[in-house]
């Protein structure tokens, strides 16, 4: 019980100390809103699509996974629906439905599960972000778009698909995987030597997200008191389903093993995605600091829920 308890603390603690380092830095010259903004570019466009690249080519797919896939598209539809009701029942900001659903897996969601399970064991989660991609870039970012009160239109949607560099990186690796050439890139000379290079830029993922959470934590207590109820109401249904389905389906019905149930639940109690407040127009300031206040608390709820469950059922 020691040892299991002192490898637990060995995973979590780190993932505790760099987002205390992040905060620590807002009172240095170290970090900045303009460092920070280019740090988040260097992640979205670089080391995200290297690590996301690297486990697609090497992810072995099985006919379960489309399930887990079209699961999780109707996980994030159901919230999107719950967030409707909230937002009726609670009044307030038009955004709350959209900060009901989706959940920020690049910024945070692959860091705090790599830095606990591993990069070996990131494949599960990678099938599971498959579905949801799927569904932020073809429903949540249209109706980003349609609460700003901007035209929509399929060609602006499939431009931002397939542009996005998140989504060159899982189609590429998904691609090469299916033509059998995995082996073959990470065998031969010039490619080992590309795949080594995206090694090194998926390294900086986990301290550079977790230092950027950390050093973004601003709270006061209107802000808290403004952002709980959401919080709060997202927080116990998420979880709700995440015990649910990966008793009945993740391990019941589709009898896949705990790795995709540690994955399931890390991507449901992720905090929405960090994106919202750039799609809210300039005049909405009072909708842009609501959404700010949910994402900071719901950032910090995350990372405590997420080790409460790694503490609970282990990191192995």
């Not at 303009?34 to 992810?59: H, M, N, Q, S, Y």
């Not at 977790?210 to 207590?221: E, H």
Request: glycine share 8%; proline share 4%.
């Amino acid at each position: 019980m020691a040892a299991d308890l002192s490898t637990l603390l060995g995973s979590v603690l780190p993932v505790l100390l760099l987002l205390g380092l992040g905060v620590a830095l807002q009172r240095t010259s170290v970090l900045n809103d303009e460092v920070v903004a280019g740090l988040k570019r260097i992640i979205v466009d670089l080391a995200l699509p290297a690590l996301l690249f690297k486990t697609f080519l090497t992810t072995s797919f099985a006919i379960e996974h489309l399930w887990v896939i079209l699961m999780v598209v109707a996980v994030c539809g159901l919230l999107l629906g719950l967030g409707e009701l909230f937002r009726r029942l609670n009044g307030g900001s038009a955004y709350q439905r959209l900060l009901f659903t989706g959940v920020e897996l690049g910024m945070l969601g692959f860091a705090l599960f790599t830095a606990v399970y591993g990069v070996a064991k990131l494949p599960a989660l990678g099938v599971l972000a498959l579905g949801h991609e799927l569904f932020i870039w073809f429903v949540f970012a249209s109706l980003l778009r349609i609460e700003a009160s901007d035209a929509v239109s399929v060609r602006a949607t499939a431009r931002s698909l397939v542009t996005s560099p998140v989504i060159i990186a899982i189609l590429s690796g998904l691609a090469l995987n299916f033509a059998g050439l995995g082996t073959w890139l990470s065998t031969a000379a010039v490619p080992s030597a590309f795949l080594g290079a995206m090694s090194y830029l998926a390294a900086l993922i986990v301290p550079l997200v977790l230092l950027i959470v950390g050093f973004g934590t601003r709270l006061s207590r209107a802000g808290v008191r403004q952002a709980l109820p959401l919080v709060l109401s997202r927080l116990v249904v998420v979880i709700g389903l995440a015990l649910t389905l990966n008793t009945w389906v993740i391990g019941g019905l589709l009898h896949l093993d705990q790795t995709y149930q540690s994955a399931l639940f890390t991507l449901m109690v992720m905090p929405p995605p960090f994106i919202v407040p750039l799609f809210i127009p300039a005049g909405r300031r009072s909708d842009a600091e609501y959404c700010n206040n949910v994402l900071s608390l719901y950032s910090l709820a995350s990372v405590a829920v997420f080790v409460a469950y790694v503490m609970l059922t282990g990191a192995a």
